[in-house]
């Protein structure tokens, strides 16, 4: 039986996303597990905004920055897994992580924490939670440093 053939890694590009592709990458090395990143970007959206349009350039820009630091993630790391894919969406982050381990069939879910506690994770919620509480596969969680918080 082999295990965790395929490992999807959710990444915000922060200091604990970096933690966590770093240990994805040696356990897809090792396991010569299939290696995909993905990243969520939001469209802003807050209730004071409402009926003020943000121009559709801002969510072209938004994108099209989401998906440059992307190819540059995936560059830095094709010497070391050749194979890795990446994909970039717009959406809420944790619900299209959860479809992006459907859509890969998943095995492995890694991601970073930011360690965020008391009122700055009741305001900002976690989404590391979430994913935690929802997901189908196993998720690996890599904390990040104290400051990342």
């Given at each position: 039986?082999?295990?965790?053939?395929?490992?999807?890694?959710?990444t915000d590009f922060s200091e604990?996303?970096?933690?966590?592709l770093e240990l994805a990458l040696e356990l897809a090395t090792r396991l010569g597990s299939e290696l995909t990143l993905v990243h969520i970007w939001e469209f802003p959206s807050y209730e004071?905004?409402?009926?003020?349009?943000?121009?559709s350039e801002f969510a072209d820009q938004v994108g099209k920055a989401a998906s440059a630091r992307m190819a540059g993630t995936i560059d830095a790391?094709?010497?070391?897994?050749?194979?890795?894919?990446?994909?970039?969406?717009?959406?809420?982050?944790?619900s299209e992580v959860l479809h992006t381990v459907e859509e890969t069939k998943s095995d492995l879910l890694v991601?970073?924490?930011?360690?965020r506690r008391g009122l700055k994770r009741a305001i900002l919620g976690s989404?590391?939670?979430?994913?935690?509480?929802?997901?189908?596969v196993p998720v690996l969680t890599v904390h990040g440093s104290e400051k990342s918080a």
């Open positions: 039986m082999e295990i965790f053939k395929r490992i999807l890694v959710a604990a996303s970096e933690g966590a004071y905004m409402a009926g003020m349009p943000l121009p790391i094709k010497p070391r897994c050749p194979n890795a894919k990446s994909i970039v969406k717009m959406g809420i982050a944790w991601l970073g924490t930011h360690g989404i590391a939670e979430k994913l935690v509480r929802l997901s189908s």
